[in-house]
């Protein structure tokens, strides 16, 4: 069972950057970030194979988002730059995608999200 706790959300004013945190129990192979706003389907934001660090972006993260690891703290960060009013969702972390790969957006463990909301 891997356990996985997300950090760092809160209330910002557009422009802003927030750093999210995924902290999690070790052994995992690969994390991704997601998000769901209000009405809408849970969005793929970012994955990191935390081995060898390649990342996967999804292009609706237009440049502004960064996914970074920690492995010494088994944490996974992800940066997001000119925050706009769009961006406000809770932000999920997830650990062990299908078949271990970050092109996958299956994901097997899930942290319980921490809140983003961007004020115009």
């Known amino acids: 069972q891997v356990h996985l706790v997300e950090s760092g959300g809160g209330m910002v004013q557009a422009g802003g950057s927030l750093r999210l945190s995924c902290t999690h129990s070790?052994?995992?192979?690969?994390v991704g970030w997601f998000r769901q706003a209000p009405g809408k389907e849970r969005e793929f934001l970012a994955a990191?194979?935390?081995?060898?660090?390649?990342?996967n972006l999804a292009r609706s993260t237009e440049g502004r988002f960064t996914i970074s690891r920690e492995n010494a703290k088994n944490t996974v960060y992800l940066q997001i730059n000119s925050l706009k009013p769009t961006d406000t969702a809770v932000y999920y972390c997830?650990?062990?995608?299908?078949?271990?790969?970050?092109?996958?957006?299956?994901?097997?463990?899930w942290g319980q999200g921490t809140q983003v909301t961007v004020s115009s």
């Open positions: 070790g052994g995992v192979d690969a």
């Open positions: 990191q194979d935390l081995g060898n660090g390649i990342t």
């Open positions: 997830a650990a062990e995608p299908q078949y271990g790969s970050i092109w996958r957006y299956e994901y097997k463990y």
